[in-house]
């Protein structure tokens, strides 16, 4: 038996439910009756589909029921694209843009969801807010080896999850102890001189009443970020991530994993280039080798527990507590100031000191019952979220503080640069939410009703220990979703969902004025179909999305981590997904996405689309494997190749001026003999130098070819 969001790894559906309910079985209580245990969001993965997911509703529930988009990376996907950083997970998913600011290496996660920043609002892992933000920089990375599949659920979520935003949620699910021995070890290297380790190790007892998981990673590696004139140095990164788990079984019906996770982050330099006078690219970095530095520290600790009284009644109650420590510093550019030396570019300094904390505790019954020929799966829940955030900002305008210039002509770098001691920002913010839901899915014939209902009640309080005051407000909010689904007996089904959000916007703008909550409700349509006895999924869905006090980045703070409030934002599109195994050996990836994003009410923007929102994305990948040939000497042999194209985008709220679209390629090459792998993967394999931005004064290059080759050993 696995707990509510548990997923058994490399093991086909039918062995994991039989291996789960031998296990359980063997341990059974006399006393107890016979229950029967299925694996929760094993999401019966097959090779790049999954058919199940607890994402949308908190159930195990086929995906094709589920009454709005969702699309799951499964493990074997990320292993065949050799995915090194969260947003590469993200790059073949309709409706999600990602890398926004191009290359970053500090461990930022920027996507955009259905034209919404998704930064951090939809981060959840194993189907709980992980989406807790500081006051400036402070947000929780992934390490994707630590993940057995991502679920991607668009459109407002919070009706279960309390803090979903407009564009959606997106969980990482966690890897964590199965039955079945796990002895995995990696070795990699890549170009721009990546090193990493990483080893996945899970045993069990014999009856499977205690199961164990570590899961580890080391990354040291240099990155495409050069500084110019300085012989090759480059903007280097160092990782290291830890993870161990276990599982109890004391009972026949009681599941308890207890998991946490260590993760430390070091990043040299931001990749921000200086606009020439003219308006050109200058390939000179603000940034400088000897000063920037961005380091985080996090971790945590979470357990989850299911208990079936019977085979109607299942309590679970999952429960996190993470923290993390960071400490920033880098230069911004300030302009060309200086007639006497026009190409000397003035600039600032900025540092940081921060602090998060966020604790998450989630409650819910659920009970399968049947009313005449109307059965349901009802949900019953509670949550509590409450997030700590703390800052001490400081720049470097004193009259005694000398911040050297950046000569675009001629560059020279590690110049001494003290750190700013000018506390302009002292800081806290805590967030406590709590939630009352309530679900009923019903089925009637070929029919399925999916309706939910959620009560928020939000306590805020900001502090400002510079001028010792403080802003507290309270709010509340009801949500509620409801979904129309018709299973044809041949694989199709038409759904029809009308959903709602609220969330409180962590953060403060530019003057210290913490954010409005935001809402959002949203229609869509779509059909949904999954060949009967097939392993692929074709979707379709259409959407018309509002979204209220909407964020962007303030034209007005020349650092640009600063927000802004710009009032509300409509997005309507399409989106088309297909995902499946179209012959034998052969897996296949297909994505197009439209999406019209105006900005509805912001005096000075109206009518505007928002900054880097393109209209139109599409993807495509395919992956064949050889030995479905038949051939003795092809078996073994893998080879994948992919296309992703994004359309322009605009680079200030006001729409002057365009970053065009681009389109890159990706390729993959892959020999598996006994317990030994190997794999090369390329991406944007024809080097294309892009920009994947310009806005705030600055070129944001996009990411550059990345070829990394790894050697896998199961033993």
């Not at 030396?341 to 604790?359: F, V």
């Amino acid at each position: 038996m696995q707990n509510s969001t548990g997923t058994p790894d490399r093991k086909n559906d039918s062995q994991e439910k039989d291996s789960g309910q031998s296990d359980a079985k063997k341990t059974a209580d006399s006393t107890l009756p016979t229950v029967v245990v299925e694996a929760k969001n094993t999401g019966e993965a097959a090779g790049y589909v999954a058919k199940r997911s607890i994402t949308a509703t908190k159930t195990d529930t086929p995906i094709i029921e589920i009454p709005q988009s969702i699309s799951v990376v499964t493990r074997n996907e990320m292993d065949m694209r050799s995915v090194q950083n969260f947003t590469e997970a993200l790059r073949y998913v309709p409706g999600v843009t990602v890398d926004q600011f191009g290359f970053d290496g500090r461990g930022f996660e920027y996507l955009y969801m259905r034209g919404f920043n998704a930064l951090t609002t939809a981060n959840f892992r194993d189907g709980m807010s992980n989406a807790a933000q500081g006051l400036f920089f402070n947000s929780f990375i992934t390490d994707t080896y630590g993940l057995e599949r991502v679920d991607v659920l668009r459109g407002p979520s919070s009706v279960m999850f309390g803090r979903g935003d407009a564009g959606g949620i997106v969980n990482r699910v966690t890897k964590r102890p199965t039955a079945a021995p796990i002895r995995e070890v990696e070795f990699q290297y890549g170009n721009f001189d990546r090193k990493r380790f990483a080893a996945d190790l899970g045993v069990a007892n014999k009856d499977g009443t205690i199961m164990m998981r570590l899961v580890t990673t080391a990354l040291d590696s240099d990155t495409q970020v050069r500084y110019p004139n300085t012989g090759g140095d480059r903007a280097h990164n160092e990782r290291f991530y830890i993870a161990p788990s276990i599982t109890f079984r004391p009972t026949v019906a009681t599941t308890i994993t207890l998991m946490g996770d260590v993760l430390n982050n070091r990043s040299g330099s931001s990749p921000f280039y200086i606009t020439a006078p003219d308006g050109r690219f200058t390939n000179v970095l603000q940034s400088d080798p000897k000063f920037s530095r961005y380091a985080q520290n996090q971790g945590s600790f979470s357990y989850q527990l299911e208990h079936h009284f019977n085979e109607m009644l299942t309590v679970r109650q999952n429960f996190r507590h993470a923290f993390q420590k960071g400490t920033f510093q880098d230069l911004f550019s300030l302009g060309f100031n200086n007639p006497e030396q026009p190409t000397l570019a003035d600039r600032g300094t900025y540092a940081t000191n921060e602090r998060l904390s966020q604790t998450v505790l989630d409650t819910h019954l659920q009970a399968k019952i049947a009313t005449g020929l109307v059965s349901h799966t009802l949900l019953l829940g509670a949550d509590w979220n409450q997030t700590n955030a703390s800052m001490r900002y400081y720049e470097g305008y004193t009259s005694d503080y000398v911040v050297p210039g950046i000569d675009i002509a001629n560059p020279v770098y590690s110049q001494p640069v003290l750190r700013p001691d000018l506390l302009l920002q002292n800081a806290k913010q805590r967030i406590d939410q709590l939630g009352f839901y309530i679900q009923d899915q019903l089925k009637y014939d070929n029919w399925i009703l999916t309706l939910s209902g959620r009560y928020d009640r939000l306590r805020t309080k900001d502090s400002d220990l510079l001028s010792e005051s403080a802003t507290r407000n309270k709010d509340s909010a009801f949500t509620g979703r409801a979904g129309l689904t018709y299973l044809f007996t041949n694989g199709i089904a038409p759904y029809f969902s009308y959903s709602q959000s609220f969330m409180a916007q962590p953060g403060v703008d530019a003057n210290g004025k913490p954010f409005d909550p935001t809402r959002a409700s949203q229609f869509e349509a779509g059909v949904k179909f999954q060949p009967v006895g097939g392993r692929s999924l074709y979707t379709v869905a259409f959407f018309d999305l509002t979204k209220t006090n909407a964020l962007s980045r303030d034209p007005s703070d020349p650092s640009g981590a600063h927000l802004m409030q710009i009032g509300e934002v409509r997005s309507r599109g399409v989106e088309l997904e297909g995902r499946g195994e179209l012959l034998r050996g052969l897996n296949a990836i297909g994505t197009f996405t439209y999406q019209d994003v105006d900005n509805m009410k912001d005096t000075d923007f109206r009518g505007k689309r928002p900054i880097q929102v393109p209209t139109t994305m599409a993807s495509g990948w395919l992956d064949y494997s050889f030995g479905a040939l038949g051939y003795e000497w092809l078996k073994g042999f893998g080879l994948g190749g992919g296309v992703r194209y994004t359309g322009f985008t605009f680079n200030e709220e006001g729409n002057i001026s365009t970053t065009p679209s681009f389109t890159l390629f990706d390729a993959t090459l892959r020999y598996e003999r006994g317990p030994m792998s190997f794999n090369i993967n390329a991406s944007n394999i024809f080097n294309d130098s892009y920009i994947a931005t310009t806005n705030f004064n600055r070129y944001y290059l996009g990411t550059l070819r990345t070829v990394i080759g790894t050697l896998t050993f199961r033993f």
